[in-house]
């Protein structure tokens, strides 16, 4: 009768470890198929990425007059700008100062030290553009955003801020080239006042048709 009992309890701890083996072998089949499935999407999607960034039709830099600012803690910090996911548009809020005129401004940040503030590039009321700051650096432009993304100032005449057919030419030609370098899209094109609310630039804050419009005209480009 023992011995029966010990051949039974024997047997049955034969089964369990069977199923236990069938079991782990199981979850390794299924484990090595998801990662099989992991890898083939990742490597999907890198070929994907790279068609289409190939297929994307290179976009030429615009004529840029290069004018940095000097070094300084309130205007060109110098600190590296390592990744770009958005690119900014901002209006000056001073009507009729050209390109210069801003670009001095943030200059004289160094001596004034009233305030920190730049932008990567000025497009003037005459379809002129000024670097004021490497690409691989920060500006003062966005706060909590300026590690990670590019501004650009606009000047403009009207005091509703609206932007002369020269200014906005020359933005949709800046703003192209650069979600081509830094493979973006349209949609990654922000106002200022998208990140935090300031009502900049004016124009297509209170007109979000108009902002509209320039996202279009940027999928065309």
């Known amino acids: 009768m023992r011995q029966e009992q010990k051949r039974g309890r024997s047997r049955r701890e034969r089964e369990r470890r069977k199923r236990q083996r069938r079991k782990k072998a199981f979850l390794i089949r299924i484990l090595a198929l998801a990662v099989v499935l992991l890898f083939g999407i990742g ?20 004529k840029i007059l290069e004018e940095l600012l000097t070094e300084n803690p309130y205007s060109r910090p110098g600190e590296a700008l390592e990744k770009v996911k958005n690119i900014f548009v901002h209006y000056t809020a001073n009507p009729g ?109 209170e007109h979000e048709d108009a902002w509209e419009r320039l996202l279009e005209d940027l999928k065309q480009d």
């Open 43 to 62: 490597m999907g999607f890198g070929i994907y990425e790279i068609i289409r960034r190939a297929k994307r039709e290179p976009v030429d830099s615009p």
């Open 97 to 205: 100062t050209s390109a210069e005129q801003n670009r001095s401004y943030f200059e004289n940040l160094k001596d004034t030290q009233e305030t920190s503030a730049s932008a990567h590039f000025i497009i003037g009321y005459d379809g002129e553009i000024i670097q004021c700051i490497p690409r691989e650096e920060i500006a003062y432009a966005v706060k909590g955003r300026n590690y990670d993304s590019i501004s650009i100032e606009c000047c403009h005449l009207a005091k509703d801020g609206s932007f002369t057919d020269a200014t906005y030419q020359s933005l949709l030609h800046l703003v192209d080239w650069l979600l081509y370098e830094y493979d973006l899209q349209p949609e990654d094109v922000l106002r200022h006042y998208d990140a935090g609310g300031k009502p900049c630039p004016l124009y297509y804050v």
